[in-house]
């Protein structure tokens, strides 16, 4: 084999039938590779050889080739491993490549964007987890590494992290098990995940991308090609994440120069439509009415952007005080007649409390009330009911909106009150898909729970609950 390298390739290359025979050669320092034929056995003698030659490449070759091996060899510090017998092309390749890179002039890349994100690292070989974070040392990213993975779930639940590196074979929770928790988390449902793994089939990289990886690494691996591809992902999301901060702050900024003047129309609209009210020009009275529900949507819409930045943004603060919750839902009633009106719809509300006296922020709740309120109206029927009933046990009290479906009942529970989630191109309508997001917001964070029930299909039915204390 040495022979036929020589012949094909360069003399600066040299192969070694077992790894004892590196003692016996005299020029190592005059190669630049060297290619040893392997049992696996004796790996420690490496440690060394690498460290009197450290511009020495070394690579091992066996007919037989497992996991637990190529990760015994990454220990001593070999990057690669490929079966016997081999093409020598593989080594003309190496050379043409060590060549373009000596050629090329070093580029600076400035990582300064990158300092403070935060990147998990999970793999049960210690030696594996130290390398990665080496590796990923000088770019002033927040790492943290674990061992075991059970551990890691717990912080998963705990803190918000930017990436994740996962190893795929782990003992009790796989790396695919772990990606599953992420993405059902809070905080790290949407954060970036690749995995890292001796594995390379096909079927188990497909699996990865279907868990929502960005990347599948195998390994062994070249540092300096993981390094670079975990950066540029990194300054990916942070480009991604500056242009949907400025279109927030542009949507945010636009909303709110548009809130003063359509408060206003509203105004105006609510003082003509008194003055029509005893009048006998139906035409002119349902032209305004239907001006008023125009106006009154685009209210709803505009409060909707501007509390979806702010809680996006964390700057909303509550502010709670001690309201009726019967009056805030008589009231809500009240400023939603017309939209109700126009499609023939009435409310019917049943109050079962003896006090509905809560601790509550009074414009946030009647935000989440009309939200429900016109969440109902907009998807049901003409001339139907719109039945809506407080109640209360020993820690909360119980709102419930019901009403009858449009026959559209794909109605996904888990996914309804996520940001943009709407049914409107299904029901032929114009939706946000922000109303149902933010009242599970509001909601939450005066420490109640929102639900939707859809067991009869018939029917829709919304329920949160309030604190009483």
């Not at 994740?164 to 809070?186: C, N, Q, W």
């Not at 901060?245 to 900024?253: G, L, Q, S, V």
Request: hydrophobic letters at 40%; one cysteine or more.
């Amino acid at each position: 084999m040495q022979k036929l390298i020589e012949k094909s390739c360069d003399k600066k290359v040299l192969f070694l039938e077992n790894i004892n025979g590196i003692n016996s050669v005299k020029d190592l320092s005059s190669r630049r590779l060297c290619i040893i034929k392997t049992n696996f056995q004796d790996l420690h003698i490496l440690k060394d050889l690498m460290k009197k030659y450290p511009k020495l490449e070394v690579w091992l070759t066996s007919e037989r080739i497992s996991k637990k091996e190529i990760l015994a060899a990454n220990r001593f510090g070999v990057k690669t491993v490929i079966p016997y017998p081999f093409d020598t092309k593989i080594i003309s390749n190496f050379f043409n490549k060590k060549s373009k890179k000596e050629q090329e002039v070093p580029v600076c890349t400035c990582h300064s964007r990158l300092k403070g994100l935060k990147v998990m690292i999970v793999d049960d070989n210690r030696l594996n987890v130290e390398l990665l974070a080496e590796t990923l040392a000088s770019s002033g990213l927040d790492i943290t590494t674990f061992i075991n993975p059970h551990d890691a779930a717990e912080a998963v639940s705990k803190e918000k992290f930017d990436l994740f590196l996962l190893d795929v074979m782990m003992p009790e929770v796989s790396g695919f098990d772990l990606a599953k928790i992420i993405r059902t988390s809070v905080l790290n449902a949407d954060a970036l995940i690749m995995f890292i793994s001796a594995l390379s089939d096909s079927d188990t990289k497909i699996q990865g991308y279907d868990l929502g990886s960005c990347a599948y690494i195998e390994k062994p691996f070249d540092v300096n090609v993981v390094r670079s591809q975990i950066f540029n992902t990194l300054k990916t999301k942070c480009l991604n994440d500056a242009i949907n901060r400025t279109k927030d702050d542009f949507f945010a900024m636009i909303a709110h120069d548009l809130k003063s003047p359509v408060n206003s129309e509203i105004a105006a609209l609510d003082l003509l439509m008194r003055s029509y009210e005893n009048s006998d020009d139906v035409f002119k009275r349902d032209i305004v009415c239907d001006i008023s529900v125009a106006t009154r949507y685009m209210k709803n819409l505009i409060d909707n952007v501007l509390n979806k930045y702010k809680f996006d943004n964390n700057r909303t603060v509550l502010s709670k005080e001690k309201h009726s919750l019967n009056l805030l839902v008589i009231e809500s009633i009240e400023e939603t007649k017309y939209l109700m009106r126009e499609k023939r719809q009435k409310a019917v509300f049943n109050n079962k409390t003896r006090k509905s006296n809560a601790m509550v922020d009074f414009l946030e709740i009647k935000r989440v009330l009309h939200n429900l309120i016109m969440n109902a109206i907009e998807n049901s029927p003409k001339d139907t009911a719109i039945e809506m009933e407080l109640s209360e046990n020993k820690k909360y009290f119980v709102f419930s909106i019901k009403n009858e479906t449009n026959g559209y009942t794909k109605i996904n529970p888990d996914e309804i009150f996520n940001k943009f989630m709407t049914y409107a191109v299904e029901n032929k309508r114009v939706g946000s898909g922000l109303g149902l997001y933010i009242s599970k917001k509001i909601v939450e964070a005066h420490g109640g729970t929102i639900k939707v029930d859809i067991k009869n299909p018939k029917f829709v039915r919304f329920v949160f609950t309030l604190p009483k204390d």
